[in-house]
């Protein structure tokens, strides 16, 4: 599974013209799943999104997670983020989750995350939808479980 992280001031998502998750100070997450993605994978990155330290401490240096700030988690799915982009001037999209598998463990990663912290917010999957945001930083990561 793939998370591509950025550390916010603010974001939301927007469907048709309708704001259906927002949040302030926190991390925005584009999920992407591929086939050998499962429940454990899911867990995992999981696990690191609530503990990934990305905030900065008293003295300016990245200590702190989302608990640690009582910031907000924005969960959008992506499945361009998967896409194979190896060669050519077209990505294939061949080595994303087909979209059955990819709905199902992004609605697992959200019912988890929503068990697991109170802030949490999502796009919808399937949906053509505008996210706007204020990257703060710039802080941005990629991370992948397998």
């Given at each position: 599974m793939i998370g591509f992280?950025?550390?916010?001031?603010?974001?939301?998502?927007e469907v048709n013209g309708q704001i259906i998750g927002q949040i302030d100070k926190g991390l925005m997450v584009l999920i992407?799943?591929?086939?050998?993605?499962d429940e454990k994978t899911a867990d995992r990155l999981l696990n690191r999104l609530l503990n990934y330290r990305v905030f900065a401490d008293a003295n300016e240096k990245m200590n702190l997670n989302l608990h640690e700030i009582q910031g907000g988690l924005l969960l959008v799915p992506q499945f361009t983020l998967a896409a194979d982009t190896g060669k050519g001037n077209r990505p294939s999209f061949t080595s994303a989750?087909?979209?059955a598998q990819a709905k199902q463990l992004f609605d697992y990663l959200l019912r988890q995350a929503s068990q697991q912290y109170s802030r949490v917010a999502s796009g919808q999957f399937g949906?053509?939808?505008?996210v706007q945001l204020t990257n703060d930083g710039p802080v941005s990561f990629w991370l992948e479980t397998k």
């Open positions: 992280i950025q550390r916010v001031s603010q974001a939301s998502v992407g799943v591929i086939p050998q993605d989750a087909p979209p949906a053509h939808m505008q």
